[in-house]
């Protein structure tokens, strides 16, 4: 497991939390990358603002027979449709940006430390992606509306076409689409899924990349933000507890992708990701910040139940 002491591993450390420059070489995917997480601010502002029609619909459900009532309920679960199609459709460009910088950092031009060294500005942008994808991921397991809204909607098309009735310019959402984001909306962490399938498929697609050099790549990640958080020297540089929160998610992030892809997982003693340090981490944060970084590891990661996993490892992510 990587220790860091030197200067130049405390760059590598940095090049998460500083704004580096891209080189004229990473220009090009920086740019692309950069717009997609332009985006991401604005899809977690909406996700955070996202109430649902709970209420309309309840009262829908109530007096099945009262048109206005129907109609207010239809009026207000559309707008929210379409929003819960954009954050759909963006998983999407998320998945390509991630399989741009992929294609980066883990050539065998360079080793993975390397790539993270010369990389800075694409390793961060790596980083930020995890960040968006578990924030997104929290923000939605803990809110029921989302699935409670897009369930509505699907029952009322449903019967709209029993009865020939049209749904006018809102039925933005074809059946097709409507399947793809019922798939999408029934993960506990949907954008985590994404991205994981992603990375696997990434690695499939491309036999001629040695699976280290990707597995490598998320475990010296994991490694650094883990270095990071509990050496009190580099803590004492952060900014603020957001920096901390980033880290924290970073960290969770690159685990789950590399439990996804490295054929034996994270949590085997031959892993190289020290485990029991990454969840004392967690568990050494205020609970309420980490209950969701503690469950995506509970529930999205592919290798905890297996039996090479030590009963301590499962200990201590059964206990709050």
Known sequence: VLELHSQTELQRCLCFLTDAEPTQSETEVWEEVNQVLMEARVILDDLQAYRGAGEEIRQAIQSPGVEGVQEKAWAAVVPLVTKLKTFYEFSQKLESSLRCLMDVLTSSASTPTQHLEQKQALARQFAHIMHFTLRFDELKMTNPAIQNDFSYYRRTISRMRINNLSADAGNEVNNELANRMSLFYASATPMLKTLSDATSKFVSDNPDVPI?????????????????????????????????????????????????????????????????????????????????????????????????????????????
């Open 212 to 320: 280290e050099n990707t597995t490598d790549c998320l475990s010296t990640m994991a490694s650094v933000c883990k270095v990071m958080l509990e050496t009190p020297e580099y803590r004492s540089r952060f900014a603020s507890e957001e920096t901390v929160l980033f880290c924290l998610r970073v960290m969770v992030g690159v685990i789950i992708l590399y439990d996804h892809v490295h054929p034996a997982g994270a949590f085997v003693k031959t892993s190289n990701i020290d485990m029991k340090g990454c969840i004392r981490v967690l568990k050494e944060q205020p609970p309420s910040s980490v209950e969701g970084l503690l469950n995506a590891l509970r529930y999205t990661t592919k290798h905890l139940n297996d039996e090479a996993t030590s009963k301590q490892i499962k200990n201590m992510l059964q206990q709050n």
